[in-house]
Each structure stands twice: as C-alpha cells, then as structure tokens.
C-alpha cells in the first residue's frame, strides 16, 4: 500500500500504534520456551511437546518489544515480525 507520496505506508490498529503482524514456522520449532517467557501474552507452548503456539498474530503496541525481543531470541529463529 502507498501514500499520497507514493512511499510505502505503514498500517496502523485503530489507536493509531503501528501495526505489527506476526508468523511462525512451528514445524522448525525446538520448544526451547524462550518466546512464551518473554511475551506470555503472545505466545503458548502445546502441552504434548513444547512447539510454539501463537496466541495473537497481531499484538497491541505494549507487546511489540516483547514480540520483537523473542523473535531475536528465538534459538530455531521460527518467528517472523512483520511491522
């Protein structure tokens, strides 16, 4: 999507934060937890083996830094931030 300006926009949530979309690749998942620590909001384990759960792809703007600090933290790198 672009602007009057013809640059790219930047998707906003109805109070006016950035938008920020998240994925995950659970298949290359290794359950080492780090995500659900660090943003519980966001993210859950499944119970039977630990894989990433995602719990809201499109977390208000308090979780962004959290969101974004498990991505970066992410042993097998399986989250993708979109903002």
């Known amino acids: 999507m672009t602007g009057r300006t013809g640059r790219p926009t930047v998707p906003t949530d109805p109070h006016g934060a950035t938008a920020m979309k998240i994925t995950l690749d659970a298949d290359k998942c290794c359950a080492a ?4 620590l660090i943003a519980p909001d966001v993210f859950d384990q499944r119970d039977e083996d630990g894989v990433v759960v995602l719990l809201d792809a499109a977390p208000p703007a308090e979780q ?3 969101v974004r600090e498990a991505a970066a933290i992410c042993p097998a790198a399986v989250i993708e931030v979109q903002e």
């Open 33 to 36: 937890g780090q995500c659900v």
């Open 64 to 66: 962004h830094a959290a």
